[in-house]
């Protein structure tokens, strides 16, 4: 998912200002693992949001090796992401699709933009072959690219017994360190079953490429019809009343309390999910750049509002949350959309970012895409672990 990067130079001399703690939605973004938080213990839990989830014959796979983040999907795309820990620098990111023939891309960017490819260094000495190659550059994500698996695997070749690469030579030249790069690349030709095939990244061989599987399917999702809509005066009524309903679950969340200057129920919203019953997000965190919020279900008249905490990843046991509080909580009911989008820090180059789909009864994760290492990645560039699609 790619978000286009607005005033980032801008952003980075504020970031000392947003130092908001970051919600309990997203993990700390210098850890590489976490094990998930279970969900309160609320008396009004909806029970078949969780069932909702559709399993898949894949498991999505997140892994951070030494300085490279491997990020593969339900559906077998993978990348490997080469980020600093914090800092800003070069970032370097691998993709390739299932399948012997799966499509490869390599991109190189900063947070200020493609470098120039003479500018390239390894271990601070140019290497003509590296900026020889056949870059164009990206302008969705404002990087060098190479997309033929030649060119990706000359680099990989030059690259690959080095400690860092940078665009410059200089103390501020950005770099990204390739310490676990060849690992990232192994545990991808592995996850893909392409181990010791002419077409491998990391351990070539014989073996023939076309015994390397294609993407399993992908689960299909069908959307709830477009409800009537709510009027703003009954969105306020519903509000009220389910704040009121949810008293004792935004205790037990520690949640903020209106105070002087900021009522933080001006974030409630209300938005109609069929013809009897509305979604509620009654806010409980604001702080310097999200919001987070408890989710309701409740009958249009504000009655009987039940507690909903959407899934998360199937078989992706160190997901960054259990959704117990969505952040930045929005609801499309044109396409039965409900979205979360967790900045790990105010320039939003790590974080995570999910979408529900209800289909009448519950909702079920249709996208989740998440990175736990901040270093200058565009904003909301985070790499796909689950997918679907969606059928009327």
Request: proline content about 8%; overall charge negative; hydrophobic content about 40%.
């Amino acid at each position: 998912m790619s978000i286009v990067r607005p005033f980032v130079l801008a952003c980075a001399a504020l970031l000392a200002a947003c130092t908001e703690p970051v919600p309990p939605a997203m993990p700390d973004a210098a850890t590489t693992a976490s094990a998930p938080s279970p969900a309160p213990a609320t008396a009004a839990h909806d029970a078949d949001t969780t069932a909702g989830a559709t399993s898949s014959a894949v498991a999505p796979l997140y892994r951070q090796l030494r300085d490279f983040t491997v990020a593969c999907d339900n559906g077998l795309a993978c990348e490997a992401i080469g980020v600093n820990d914090g800092a800003f620098g070069l970032v370097l990111r691998l993709s390739r699709a299932p399948g012997g023939d799966g499509a490869q891309r390599l991109q190189l960017g900063t947070s200020d933009g493609a470098p120039k490819p003479a500018t390239l260094r390894l271990d601070g000495v140019a290497v003509p072959e590296l900026a020889a190659l056949p870059w164009r550059r990206d302008d969705d994500r404002d990087a060098l690219t190479l997309d033929a698996a030649a060119d990706i695997a000359t680099f990989i070749a030059l690259v690959g017994d080095g400690t860092r690469l940078s665009a410059g030579s200089g103390e501020d030249a950005p770099v990204v360190s390739l310490s676990g790069l060849r690992a990232a690349l192994l545990l991808i030709d592995e996850h893909q079953q392409r181990l010791d095939t002419p077409s491998a990244w990391a351990r070539r061989g014989e073996r023939d490429s076309t015994a390397v599987p294609g993407g399993p399917a992908l689960p299909r999702l069908h959307a709830a019809v477009p409800p009537p809509a709510l009027s703003p005066q009954d969105a306020t009524r519903l509000t009220a009343a389910v704040r009121a309903q949810a008293a004792d679950a935004l205790r037990e969340a520690d949640c903020n309390p209106p105070r002087e200057g900021f009522d933080i129920r001006d974030q409630d919203a209300a938005y109609p999910l069929d013809a009897e019953r509305a979604l509620v997000f009654v806010a409980c965190l604001s702080g310097a750049y999200q919001t987070s919020s408890l989710a309701f279900r409740t009958a249009r008249d504000g009655s009987g509002a039940t507690r909903i905490v959407p899934p998360g990843p199937p078989g992706l046991d160190d997901a960054g949350s259990d959704f117990a509080l969505l952040t930045n909580a929005d609801y499309a009911p044109d396409t039965a959309t409900l979205s979360h989008f967790a900045k790990g820090r105010g320039l939003a180059d790590c974080g995570a970012a999910a979408q529900w789909r209800y289909d009448g009864q519950a909702f079920v994760l249709a996208q989740y895409a998440e990175l736990r290492r901040c270093g200058g990645a565009a904003p909301g560039d985070f790499p796909t672990l689950w997918r679907t699609e969606t059928a009327r």
